[in-house]
């Protein structure tokens, strides 16, 4: 296996610092939204997978991202983290790193795994218009047994268009595990029935998942059809930030945070004589500093949620 | 004026639509392998090629949800149910986010036409029932029933250059029937029209009154309009005179046509194919007392709606279930009793 270059290392690195910074920050400042109990639904842990994808992807791609790891849009050319943080504070006048069309993020669902029907659609224009522009659909390890993700797979296939499938698989749909809902240890084995191209990733591990998201973008790219990537995680936090998780084994989450990514990748790029102790307090810092700037920035700006306008563009009469 | 199917008009708005608009997509079941079951996409594939037209895989929900997708990234998708019981399947993309927060995200912009065949009480209840109240409930959908070739056409064409997403639903008694001398006439000449040979659209939001009179409003839409009609060429012959208004679209809905009718006549019976319950009359009659509530007082007979008895339709049932010229008939005489 032959690393990417020392710029590009680098640039993973501090991503996926900025990352699970840019994370923390947002949770502490929005709370954790409860009242009924329902709290954040928190992607820790899990950045490595749309991170390696997005720094394969050009401004006019889409993507959609698993809804636990948005936060890492910002890796996504065409997104900065001031987007992110705006996105998150419900802020106007920045991207929406959620529906930014032109920038290929057309939007999510309640329903999980619904989109991908949406996504595939976005792969049928860039076909029809021959733009060039590639599609990657991230999904968790529940929603990819949704009927909706079946039948973009299969349309994705009858019609041969550029969309790559990923399964984030962290092994939990809520609180029932991926071995209570699969029969296959191997999800990436999904895209067999499909005819597509299909590969297990540990999606721990920044440079296989990077080299394994280039392979697959690049294939796509050049004409070579869907495929389906399976990268393996871990949900380090609960469901959602107050869920009593009464069905996890006893050790299991300590065990996985042996395993986590951002200790891991930097042990793995100092081992490798790239990044030293004095890189990571500078970049630390930087990161710190950058996160700060973003949050300044959005303060000024105006709430993005306004009703009198949804009012104006419904159906008139109501 | 050349003379055509409702079938033909169909295939013509289509055509004419795509050759306007390159954007213009056309995709479902076998739209080129069996021309769209009805011959509606007949010849499309020949003149346009296979990136304007294509074949799904039996897959609904992909054929909703794609347009959504596609629309976000430049196209004009036209997403083809071969019955619009199917879409049902698709309800999620079709409600939820076409019709709800798809709308929301841009502002209510996105082009897209959801086309969709009712088989009607002939057929079974997956393939014949009529879904317009349930799309009626989605605040960025429109929707549009017609009942002639003529309004097929010019509304079909409105709706593909609309901005806004359109249920465009079609009822296949149109293709096959219509009415002839106060009967329903299964005949080519039944299902034909002459349209004008230049281009004409019609706009959204104004009600067709489909004939003329002075004793009662008959409202509806789709393929009662020809049951309406059947039904008050053979009362006229005794004397009563009933006025027939043709929605042409649910949403948005043309209340001041209703109203102005209604106070003409001092009556009001509301007829439609799909089930009573939570159906478009129940709605409609609200509608005009939120309008004309003075009007409501005044009238000669209350207000009646006849539509499917809250049933499930099967075939050999399907008479029973919706209205038809016959329970029309029995309703207008009981309201006007001259």
């Not at chain 1, 802020?91 to 309640?110: M, Q």
Request: net charge neutral; aromatic share 8%; glycine share 10%.
């Amino acid at each position: 296996m032959e690393l990417p270059s020392k710029v590009i290392l680098l640039k993973l690195y501090r991503d996926l610092l900025t990352a699970r910074r840019v994370e923390a920050e947002l949770y502490s400042r929005q709370g954790n939204l409860a009242g009924s109990g329902g709290g954040a639904h928190r992607g820790v842990g899990e950045e490595v997978i749309p991170i390696a994808i997005c720094n394969n992807l050009t401004e006019t791609d889409c993507i959609h991202p698993n809804f636990r790891t948005f936060f890492c849009m910002f890796a996504k050319p065409g997104f900065s983290v001031v987007d992110v943080v705006a996105t998150s504070m419900g802020r106007a006048g920045k991207k929406n790193v959620w529906f930014t069309p032109e920038n290929g993020a057309l939007g999510s669902s309640g329903t999980v795994g619904e989109p991908s029907v949406r996504y595939v659609g976005a792969a049928v224009a860039a076909a029809i218009k021959k733009t060039g522009d590639i599609v990657v659909f991230i999904q968790g390890d529940g929603a990819a047994n949704r009927a909706p993700t079946h039948e973009a797979m299969a349309v994705a296939a009858a019609w041969h268009l550029p969309i790559i499938f990923v399964i984030q698989n962290n092994r939990y749909g809520m609180g029932t595990s991926v071995e209570k809902s699969y029969n296959i240890n191997d999800l990436s084995l999904r895209g067999a029935g499909y005819g597509f191209p299909h590969e297990r990733v540990d999606g721990n591990d920044m440079t296989a998942m990077y080299l394994v998201a280039k392979k697959h973008i690049e294939r796509t790219r050049n004409g070579g059809g869907p495929s389906l990537i399976a990268a393996d995680t871990y949900r380090l936090r609960p469901h959602y930030e107050g869920d009593p998780q009464i069905y996890r084994p006893k050790g299991e989450i300590e065990e996985w945070w042996r395993k986590e990514p951002l200790a891991r990748y930097q042990k793995q790029l100092m081992d490798l004589g790239i990044l030293t102790e004095k890189d990571v307090e500078r970049m630390e810092a930087e990161v710190k500093a950058e996160i700060q700037d973003a949050f300044n920035e959005i303060e000024k700006l105006p709430r993005a949620v306004n009703y009198a306008n949804f009012e104006k563009t419904a159906i008139a009469e109501l | 004026m050349a003379v055509v199917t409702y079938i033909e008009a169909v295939n013509q708005a289509l055509k004419e639509e795509m050759r306007r608009d390159e954007r213009v997509v056309l995709w479902g079941e076998d739209l080129i392998s069996m021309n769209g079951v009805f011959g509606q996409t007949r010849g499309i594939f020949d003149e346009f090629g296979g990136d304007r037209i294509k074949d799904t895989p039996i897959c609904e929900q992909a054929i909703a949800g794609m347009t959504m997708g596609a629309a976000l990234r430049g196209l004009r998708p036209v997403g083809v149910f071969m019955n619009a019981g199917f879409s049902l399947c698709a309800f999620d993309g079709l409600f939820l986010k076409l019709g709800c927060s798809g709308g929301m995200a841009t502002g209510g912009t996105m082009p897209v036409v959801i086309y969709g065949v009712i088989s009607g009480p002939s057929d079974d209840n997956d393939h014949g029932m009529s879904p317009e109240a349930l799309y009626m409930h989605a605040p960025y959908l429109k929707i549009v029933m017609s009942s002639t070739p003529y309004d097929a056409k010019g509304l079909l064409k409105t709706a593909i250059r609309d901005d806004k997403p359109v249920i465009f639903l079609d009822h296949a008694w149109c293709f096959f029937m219509g009415h002839k001398d106060g009967q329903i006439a299964r005949t080519r000449e039944a299902v034909s029209q002459e349209i004008p040979d230049q281009e004409y659209l019609i706009p959204f939001g104004k009600a067709d009154v489909k004939r003329k009179g002075a004793d009662i409003t008959l409202v509806c839409y789709s393929f009662m309009v020809h049951m309406a009609l059947a039904t008050a060429y053979n009362l006229a012959k005794e004397g009563i005179s009933v006025e027939v208004v043709d929605l042409r679209t649910i949403v948005p809905l043309d209340v001041e046509a209703i109203v102005t009718s209604v106070k003409k006549t001092g009556r009001l019976l509301i007829v439609h194919e799909a089930m009573k319950r939570g159906g478009v009359a129940g709605e409609i009659l609200w509608r005009v007392h939120e309008e004309a509530p003075d009007l409501l007082k005044s009238l000669k007979s209350p207000v009646r709606r006849l539509a499917a008895k809250n049933l499930p339709m099967v075939p050999a049932y399907g008479s029973i279930v919706a209205p038809t010229a016959d329970t029309i008939t029995v309703a207008v005489k009981e309201m006007v009793k001259k």
